[in-house]
């Protein structure tokens, strides 16, 4: 993220009441050690070796692991954040991820008629991977978008003509880290009365397991990379220890993203 663009949203933080000045914020910065990066952040066993390699180096290169003080849209507080956004700036690295993403789509046998994400940074992800599927020879995929409140929750969806009844739906999203986020985004597509097909992320900060899907929510719950290492350096924010030993404010992850 650019210096100035890290700038603006700051100062929009100094309107909140618990924020004085920037000052009190936690500096923070990316992560550009591959070692470390590959040691916290596990690639799916169905990406090959080559691809893998390409994805730490990716990962590595864009500061998609960024280290700090933060505090996660789930009130806990956190050393690491996943920054979606620094991967995705570039488009060939929107695209490989996107691509390695729908090949497994695709052998998996998923059937998708539509593809619904968030109106952020899901939202890119999941275009990319729905034009890719359509190249590689699957029918073309209906794109529908939910716009999100100021807590990035879906809220409702943009362009629900897209949603018809029996149509077979993936749940797409750039990052998930309670599993909050694409609950809301299941309900908001049963309503349409579709079959869910299951739920694609590009990172997960829990292991898949540990998420807490929606019942008969479909079978393919996939995520490219698995950051549950990352739990380990996150905090309630009444024990947090980096807010008690360095006494720096964290920086809100909702003005990263
Ligand atoms: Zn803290």
Not at 114 to 138: C, D, H, M, Q, R
Not at 208 to 234: K, Y
Request: include cysteine; glycine fraction near 6%.
């Amino acid at each position: 993220m650019r210096l100035s663009v890290i700038k603006s949203k700051l100062t929009e933080m100094l309107k909140e009441p618990n924020v004085d000045s920037f000052d009190e914020l936690a500096s923070f910065g990316p992560i550009n050690d591959e070692k470390l990066i590959s040691s916290f952040l596990k690639i799916d066993h169905r990406a090959n070796d080559v691809n893998k390699q390409k994805l730490i180096k990716m990962m590595t290169e864009s500061g998609f692991l960024l280290e700090g003080h933060f505090s996660l849209l789930s009130g806990m507080h956190s050393k690491y954040f996943l920054s979606f956004n620094n991967l995705a700036r570039s488009t060939p690295r929107l695209h490989a991820v996107s691509e390695l993403i729908a090949d497994i789509i695709i052998d998996e046998r998923i059937e998708v008629d539509a593809i619904i994400a968030p109106e952020t940074a899901g939202s890119y992800l999941a275009s990319v991977i729905g034009g890719i599927l359509f190249k590689k020879g699957k029918k073309e995929v209906e794109m529908v978008y939910a716009k999100t409140d100021d807590d990035k929750k879906p809220t409702s969806i943009i362009n629900y003509l897209g949603l018809k009844a029996g149509s077979k739906v993936l749940i797409v999203n750039d990052l998930v880290t309670t599993g909050a986020g694409i609950k809301e985004l299941y309900n908001l597509s049963t309503k349409y009365g579709v079959t869910v097909q299951g739920f694609v992320m590009f990172a997960t900060r829990k292991r898949l397991q540990d998420i807490p899907w929606p019942p008969n929510s479909g079978q393919f719950r996939f995520a490219l990379v698995d950051g549950s290492a990352l739990e380990n350096h996150t905090y309630r924010s009444s024990d947090c220890p980096i807010c008690k030993n360095e006494q720096t404010k964290p920086v809100p992850s909702m003005y990263l993203n």
